[in-house]
């Protein structure tokens, strides 16, 4: 009884759309939806999708149980956060049931699953509960006034039960509460360059179809990204000297392409993409043709780096049985170098993006890319 009375103030207090009228599509949370939690997006876009999945042994009063919690919360914008956040009895009880082939992630369905939902409760917990992240300094929405705190989780909220076309709310409105969440707080990172391999990267795009993969000893140079300290500067220090080493190396001419990696990461909330300012300098200062620099400007962290570089070689349809060459300053170079930035890949992502070979120089190392790094994982939001 108490389940079903949950269900019933959970529709209730659903805003509702005229009969006859279709909810309206956001384009904006759309195109989140679909890169941070594609496999949710597909079962709330398929027709019948959700009912089928409702349908499942244990789903529906597991649902309704999440409901009832929800619903106990009453107008307590903290509690209706916490409420939302998935309890790992209830993550395995949806795992479980998505159909085999919902998504195309090499390890199963069930894995992205998992993946997903433990995003959904990393927004939940950093932009909603105010949880400090891993790296304070870079990730989180940092300090924000209470007044402020309180104006993104009511918006987040009534966001949540507002119907968007296409969306996966009638399964659980956790997931819209966690984009809303990101969209209100104006972190919407994750699609800010898409189409990817459009807008700066269309001219390496095309050169790249025409390439013959064999003739260069390297795939590629993944010049990783240093961020500044100071919010007005474009171009850090350390990144000057890197574009320095990349036009250098790629002066030699054994090198397919350049991608630059970095994203908004220094300082938290600054204006400049990394990967961006890069590529203007080598282009303006050092005359590197455009089509030979590709962008990947999304990864915050050096683990990501080299995963987010790997995605675009597979894009490019570069072999990932090639080697590549990482550029960088010595001490960033020794890091990547080292058994402990292994160990911080594995705890970050689940596994290691691709294998560190030979030194060539003090700036340089050699790098196999893995087929791993093609797996979407949303627990990083701003960078999944």
């Known amino acids: 009884m108490r389940l079903a009375l949950a269900l019933g103030a959970a529709i209730l207090g659903f805003a509702s759309v005229p009969a006859g009228a279709e909810p309206v599509g956001d384009r904006v949370i759309g195109a989140l939806s679909h890169r941070l939690f594609p496999l949710l997006d597909a079962i709330g876009t398929e027709p019948g999708g959700v009912e089928r999945l409702k349908a499942k042994p244990g789903v529906a009063v597991m649902l309704a149980t999440r409901a009832e919690r929800r619903a106990a919360c009453a107008d307590d914008l903290g509690c209706i956060t916490q409420a939302m956040v998935w309890t790992p009895s209830e993550t395995a009880t949806l795992a479980t049931a998505v159909p085999a082939g919902t998504a195309y992630a090499d390890d199963g369905s069930a894995a992205q699953a998992k993946r997903e939902i433990e995003g959904i409760n990393v927004v939940l917990r950093t932009f909603g509960l105010g949880q400090v992240p891993r790296y304070p ?136 993409t990394e990967a961006e300012q890069m590529r203007a300098a080598l282009i303006e200062r050092y005359g590197v043709p455009a089509d030979a620099i590709v962008v990947e400007p999304y990864a915050r962290h050096t683990t990501t780096n080299l995963r987010n570089a790997t995605r675009l070689l597979a894009a490019l349809g570069a072999p990932l049985d090639k080697d590549a060459v990482i550029v960088c300053n010595p001490g960033q170079s020794e890091t990547i170098a080292s058994a402990a930035f292994a160990q911080r890949n594995l705890a970050e992502l689940g596994y290691v993006p691709g294998q560190v070979g030979r030194r060539l120089s003090p700036t340089e190392l050699e790098f196999r890319p893995s087929p791993l790094s093609l797996r979407i994982d949303p627990r990083d939001p701003l960078d999944p």
Do not use: C
């Open 137 to 272: 300094q870079i990730d989180g929405a940092g300090p924000i006034d209470p007044i402020e705190v309180r104006a993104r989780l009511q918006a987040a909220d009534w966001l949540s039960r507002t119907p968007r076309a296409g969306s996966a709310q009638a399964l659980d409105t956790s997931v819209d509460f966690a984009l809303a969440l990101l969209d209100v707080s104006d972190r919407t990172d994750a699609i800010g360059f898409d189409p990817l391999m459009g807008g700066l990267n269309a001219a390496a795009t095309r050169r790249a179809r025409s390439l013959d993969w064999t003739r260069w000893r390297y795939s590629a140079m993944i010049v990783t990204g240093v961020g500044p300290e100071t919010p007005d500067a474009a171009l850090s220090p350390f990144g000057k000297y890197h574009i320095r080493l990349a036009a250098d190396r790629f002066a030699r001419g054994d090198i397919a392409v350049i991608i630059l990696t970095g994203g908004r990461a220094h300082p938290r909330g600054t204006r400049f």
